[in-house]
């Protein structure tokens, strides 16, 4: 795992974040950190961070599917996305569309099959496309409650659509083998009377 969480910059290059005078200032920090942290339910496997210039624009955070459905089958889900709203719209032109890119490259790097995100059904998706995603059609907007598993109903009933990015994990790479040394000794024979040779 590396030291530091892997960002994207405004160039689209995987970088570093790094704690630094250079890093993003405290107060946008501060501000996607609280968004980040209201009532995340998942488990984190990674996050993702667009920049212009010294300045963090947007993140994502990618985590296990929440439906226990598509767990253990090779597929992570994009939990969170934000983008800042605060600053001029010409300075996060394209981020959403750059982190859900990043984090489509990242989850292919570690060797997942899949990643996945929902929408509202109001939302076009335009990131989504430009992202190479596809649309898979209606899901969720139900309540998570059951008689034998009762759960508070917090969350508004949205109806959602799922999205998806099918991956092609390259196979590990396998190691280089040794060398042989220069003479090896080497059975001939019938095995009964071998003896050792050297070429």
């Known amino acids: 795992m590396p030291a530091h969480p892997p960002c994207v910059t405004g160039k689209s290059r995987v970088g570093r974040c790094r704690a630094s005078p250079a890093a993003p200032d405290a107060g946008s920090l501060s501000k996607l950190k609280e968004v980040l942290t209201v009532q995340i339910t998942m488990t984190w496997r990674f996050g993702i961070g667009v920049a212009n210039g010294h300045q963090l624009i947007g993140v994502a955070a990618v985590g296990n599917p929440v439906a226990r459905a598509f767990n253990g089958r090779g597929i992570v889900e994009v939990n969170r996305l934000c983008v800042r709203r605060d600053i001029a719209s010409l300075l996060c032109w394209n981020a959403a569309s ?7 490259r990242a989850a292919e790097r570690a ?18 496309r430009a992202a190479g995603w596809t649309r898979n059609g209606p899901a969720g907007g139900r309540s998570w409650h059951r008689p034998g598993r009762p759960r508070s109903n917090r969350n508004a009933f949205v109806p959602k659509v799922r999205w998806s990015r099918t991956l092609f994990p390259k196979p590990a790479l396998r190691p280089v083998p040794t060398l042989a040394p220069a003479v090896s000794p080497l059975w001939i024979g019938d095995g009964v009377s071998a003896g050792p040779c050297s070429l």
């Open 111 to 128: 060797g997942f099959q899949s990643i996945i995100t929902y929408t509202h059904e109001t939302e076009d998706g335009t990131s989504l």
């Open 98 to 104: 750059m982190l859900y890119g990043a984090a489509s």
